[in-house]
């Protein structure tokens, strides 16, 4: 039982002492941003970084150090990410295309259909765990309104329930879904961004046919791995082979 009670102790002690730490970090790298010493808040927010801590604000800071320190691929790498764990955040988006700008190699993205386009606008106004919260509620409130079904009499109420509750029902199944395609889309995620300017090669080897040169700060899909080489894809479908060391993975 003691050692139960030293170790509840314990760890609300560390966390405690986490929180502050990380409160502390914040408001030196934020005191540091507002003076424009943006070096300095780079290292303050970095800091935070290395304590295994992440979060959109975190990324979304981070970003905008690097970006005006004049380091566009870390900037767009960080706001990938931000991006990532929100992505209906409308200043995170905003910066990020400013972002893209100054990267030198322009990509024309294949047009989407309108109903591809019509249900990830949908799955991006929430990340994953507010799908989840979302399909929670929705299901406590269909049981309740299923029970009302059941143990009332007057029929208006039981069709109420009825249809409200079904309809709150497939509402949560869908929330449910959205929930787990967003946290694939972070655990599952094989997308990178170029961090040097490399030459795509038409096989996994220094011998391979040059194809195109892409430029860093651009985002590619990662398809397979062969050693030291990736094979990726753009945008606009063109594929090849570069050196894996080029590239950075916008994994969480």
Same mark, same amino acid.
């Given at each position: 039982?003691?050692?139960?009670?030293?170790?509840?102790?314990?760890?609300?002690?560390?966390?405690?002492?986490?929180?502050?730490?990380?409160?502390?970090?914040?408001?030196?790298?934020?005191?540091?941003?507002?003076?424009?010493?943006?070096?300095?808040?780079?290292?303050?927010?970095?800091?935070?970084?290395?304590?295994?801590?992440?979060?959109?604000?975190?990324?979304?800071?981070?970003?905008?150090?690097?970006?005006?320190?004049?380091?566009?691929?870390?900037?767009?790498?960080?706001?990938?990410?931000?991006?990532?764990?929100?992505?209906?955040?409308?200043?995170?988006?905003?910066?990020?295309?400013?972002?893209?700008?100054?990267?030198?190699?322009?990509?024309?993205?294949?047009?989407?259909?309108?109903?591809?386009?019509?249900?990830? #606008?949908?799955?991006?106004?929430?990340?994953?765990? &507010?799908?989840?919260?979302?399909?929670?509620?929705?299901?406590?409130?269909?049981?309740?309104?299923?029970?009302?079904?059941?143990?009332? &009499?007057?029929?208006?109420?039981?069709?109420?329930?009825?249809?409200?509750?079904?309809?709150?029902?497939?509402? #949560?199944?869908?929330?449910? #879904?959205?929930?787990?395609?967003?946290?694939?889309?972070?655990?599952?995620?094989?997308?990178?961004?170029?961090?040097?300017?490399?030459?795509?090669?038409?096989?996994?080897?220094?011998?391979?046919?040059?194809?195109?040169?892409?430029?860093?700060?651009?985002?590619?899909?990662?398809?397979?791995?062969?050693?030291?080489?990736?094979?990726?894809?753009?945008?606009?479908?063109?594929?090849?082979?570069?050196?894996?060391?080029?590239?950075?993975?916008?994994?969480?």
């Amino acid at each position: 039982m003691k050692k139960i009670v030293l170790t509840i102790i314990s760890s609300l002690f560390f966390l405690n002492f986490y929180g502050n730490n990380i409160k502390a970090l914040e408001d030196s790298a934020l005191n540091n941003y507002t003076n424009k010493n943006y070096e300095h808040a780079l290292y303050f927010y970095d800091s935070i970084s290395k304590l295994d801590y992440s979060s959109a604000e975190l990324h979304f800071n981070l970003a905008n150090c690097y970006f005006n320190l004049g380091n566009i691929a870390e900037a767009i790498y960080n706001y990938e990410k931000a991006n990532i764990l929100a992505p209906n955040d409308k200043d995170i988006a905003t910066n990020l295309n400013i972002a893209r700008k100054s990267v030198r190699t322009k990509v024309e993205p294949r047009t989407e259909v309108f109903y591809a386009k019509w249900f990830n #606008s949908i799955l991006n106004l929430y990340n994953s765990n &507010t799908w989840l919260y979302i399909s929670i509620i929705n299901f406590v409130i269909s049981l309740i309104m299923i029970g009302l079904y059941f143990f009332t &009499t007057k029929l208006m109420l039981r069709k109420t329930g009825f249809y409200l509750g079904i309809l709150l029902l497939l509402t #949560s199944i869908a929330s449910l #879904s959205f929930s787990k395609l967003q946290a694939n889309k972070i655990l599952n995620n094989k997308f990178a961004i170029v961090f040097e300017t490399t030459v795509v090669k038409s096989s996994p080897s220094d011998e391979g046919t040059n194809l195109f040169e892409i430029s860093e700060g651009m985002k590619i899909e990662v398809k397979d791995k062969l050693q030291d080489w990736s094979e990726i894809k753009l945008e606009d479908g063109k594929e090849g082979w570069l050196k894996t060391e080029s590239i950075k993975h916008l994994q969480l």
